[in-house]
């Protein structure tokens, strides 16, 4: 089994920042790629940022600009620097990582955080 353990959450003033940290623990072989995703109330769950094993990032047009995803492939871990925080970016923001489990099953399978609350206040 995989975890995923998020921290870094909180409540913000508009305009400011927060680092969100992600870190995966279990039996994994690789992985792929991780990233951040985000649901706000009452609307579906959307992509704000990924980042694969190489370094290639991929950013919601939202977040551009604001956002830096960064990982430490050592630590498993992914991050999520956000600044000039708007009140449209409050949500639940959930890690997502796409695993290799073992060398005999290399199909990547997707694993997801518990979420974390962030709360931007105007």
């Known amino acids: 089994q995989v975890q995923l353990v998020e921290s870094g959450g909180g409540l913000v003033q508009a305009g400011g920042s927060l680092r969100l940290s992600c870190a995966a623990s279990g039996s994994i072989f690789s992985i792929k790629a991780m990233g951040w995703y985000r649901q706000a109330p009452g609307k579906q769950r959307e992509l704000v940022a990924t980042?694969?094993?190489?370094?290639?990032?991929n950013y919601a047009d939202s977040v551009k600009g604001r956002f830096t995803v960064s990982r430490d492939n050592a630590k498993n871990t992914v991050y999520l620097q956000m600044n000039s925080l708007k009140p449209e970016d409050t949500a639940v923001y959930y890690c997502d990582a796409l695993v290799i489990l073992n060398i005999m099953v290399p199909t990547p399978m997707h694993y997801w955080g518990q979420g974390t609350l962030v709360t931007v206040s105007s």
């Open positions: 980042i694969t094993s190489g370094g290639g990032t």
